[in-house]
């Protein structure tokens, strides 16, 4: 199931807060978060976005029940609203824990491929 489809079928990802999320920073920004929503939650594009939405309620000291859920409407609202940075510093971050999830994925493949060759 893609986030797509958790977005038209949950009241938690309701289409609206979708939208919200994809125009509060531009168009780079909306064209990102458009492409993220259609993928899987087990991407790791998908788990950069939710690692940037609470790196930036952490950062800017939100409350911290926002980070139960960093993709609901209105959790990544509140946040992107306390954003002060630019649409490039946002998709820097965003960048940033994309090498962040990318580096720990391939980090526990080599782990599970060491475990696996010592039971061998």
């Not at 788990?47 to 950062?59: F, N, V």
């Amino acid at each position: 199931m893609g986030f797509a489809s958790v977005t038209h079928d949950s009241q938690y990802y309701p289409e609206f807060g979708i939208v919200r999320l994809s125009g509060s920073a531009g168009r780079r920004w909306a064209d990102l978060i458009e492409w993220v929503k259609k993928l899987p939650l087990s991407d790791p594009h998908t788990m950069a976005l939710t690692r940037t939405i609470r790196s930036l309620i952490k950062s800017r000291q939100l409350d911290p029940s926002l980070k139960h859920d960093p993709l609901c409407a209105a959790c990544a609202s509140t946040t992107l609203a306390a954003f002060r940075g630019s649409e490039e510093d946002l998709i820097s971050l965003y960048h940033e824990n994309l090498n962040a999830v990318t580096h720990s994925i391939k980090t526990m493949r080599l782990r599970t491929a060491v475990a696996k060759e010592r039971v061998a």
